[in-house]
């Protein structure tokens, strides 16, 4: 079962680092620890960052900060069926 606090921490920590206000999926890359491969996981749900943007509609750019960003991906993921 996934955790979806568990989830939203690792997803914050990874994209905290980006220069926000962010105005695309390309603005996170260089934040992340490991590029696009980066893997958010829990339970048996796991991830890339590339793979959130082509499981999900990619936000509503721009962003101010990761929590709205993530809070966006997360309920976009639940939309989609994938948590």
Do not use: C, H
Request: glycine share 8%.
């Amino acid at each position: 079962m996934v955790n979806e606090d568990e989830l939203r921490e690792q997803m914050i920590d990874a994209f905290e680092g980006a220069d926000y206000p962010i105005s695309s999926p390309m603005d996170l890359v260089p934040a992340l620890p490991n590029g696009p491969g980066t893997k958010f996981e829990s339970g048996d749900f796991s991830v890339t960052a590339m793979e959130l943007n082509t499981k999900t509609s990619g936000g509503d750019f721009p962003y101010d900060d990761p929590e709205t960003f993530v809070d966006d991906i997360i309920a976009d993921l639940k939309e989609q069926g994938e948590l």
